[in-house]
């Protein structure tokens, strides 16, 4: 029997229409529409598609949106000043700076500038060690957005062994972290799962997906995890987004796992609304904790 396919799509749908209702109850209540502000210096296509998708989504739930464009030869010190700008900004409820910066700019100085009140990427240095030490201020909106995808599915993680390819700060990382954490505002079933965390020096990583009840590819190598890897049965979440001339790819080949797994995620229609969504969720909690302080 052919895998169920986890629709994220639809899942995404959900979660917006209750995160529309939040924002109304908080509005509607006194509070400040909640607002984000999305910097996005140079060109790349991939990004401003990325951004618009995020303006389009804000509007949709209620939320006031910002773009600031800036061009590409922008420098660190001028991407700085607009980033502390908007840090200074009461109506600016969260910050978000599109990647990948352009190779001038300092990426990891601006990104710690970011006010981590206002930081709903979660990628602020305090907003990640709140995460590793289980009371998050944001969670970060990829593994979050795969978090909700599970529960809402009914999957439950607890006990499970976990392998999750790919150790960026952006996926892998916080991915490995919520998983084997004790799922703190999560609902415990949720985390709980003895995680391993690979990347392209492990030794033998077909034998440890084949040990995996649950796999999270997180590479950005086109169908790099094949059926054969795989346990009978596997829950596969694929979060690759690989642009080929077939165009967008997963990191797994879907037809392939689809005759072996449980449960997979398409791409397109996958993680990736799951991750727009999320950041929605952070832009309102951002808000909520400022009109509270
Ligand atoms: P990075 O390039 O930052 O990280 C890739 C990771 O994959 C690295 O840890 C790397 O290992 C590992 N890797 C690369 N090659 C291999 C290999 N042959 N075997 C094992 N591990 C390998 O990518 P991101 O985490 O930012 O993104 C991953 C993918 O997810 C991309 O396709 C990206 O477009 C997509 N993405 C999708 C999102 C969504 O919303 N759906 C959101 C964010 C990303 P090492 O560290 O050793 O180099």
Do not use: W
Request: hydrophobic share 40%; with cysteine.
């Amino acid at each position: 029997m052919p895998a169920e396919i986890l629709d994220g799509k639809a899942i995404a749908k959900q979660i917006q229409a209750e995160t529309k209702q939040k924002v109304a109850n908080f509005v509607a209540a006194g509070g400040p529409q909640p607002k984000l502000a999305a910097v996005l210096v140079g060109e790349d296509p991939a990004s401003q598609v990325y951004v618009r998708n995020k303006e389009r989504a804000c509007k949709r739930a209620g939320i006031d949106s910002e773009l600031v464009r800036m061009p590409g030869d922008t420098t660190t010190e001028q991407l700085l000043e607009k980033v502390n700008q908007l840090n200074a900004d009461s109506a600016v409820s969260g910050i978000l700076v599109q990647l990948p910066l352009p190779d001038q700019i300092d990426a990891r100085l601006v990104l710690d500038t970011v006010d981590p009140n206002k930081d709903v990427d979660a990628f602020h240095p305090h907003n990640v060690g709140l995460i590793s030490q289980g009371r998050h201020r944001f969670l970060p909106c990829t593994p979050h957005g795969i978090v909700q995808m599970l529960k809402r599915y009914n999957i439950e993680t607890t006990g499970k062994n976990v392998c999750v390819i790919g150790r960026s700060d952006i996926v892998g990382k916080p991915m490995a972290m919520m998983l084997s954490g004790y799922g703190i505002g999560l609902g415990g079933e949720f985390a709980n799962a003895t995680v391993t965390l690979c990347h392209s020096r492990t030794a033998d990583l077909p034998s440890t997906v084949a040990q995996a009840d649950i796999v999270v590819a997180a590479i950005g190598r086109p169908k790099f995890v094949t059926a054969d890897m795989l346990k009978p049965g596997a829950v596969v979440v694929d979060v690759g987004i690989n642009r080929t001339d077939d165009g967008l790819v997963g990191d797994v080949d879907f037809d392939a796992a689809m005759q072996v797994a449980s449960y997979v995620t398409p791409v397109p229609g996958g993680v990736g609304p799951l991750t727009v969504t999320m950041l929605l969720e952070n832009t309102l909690a951002a808000a909520i904790q400022q009109h509270d302080a």
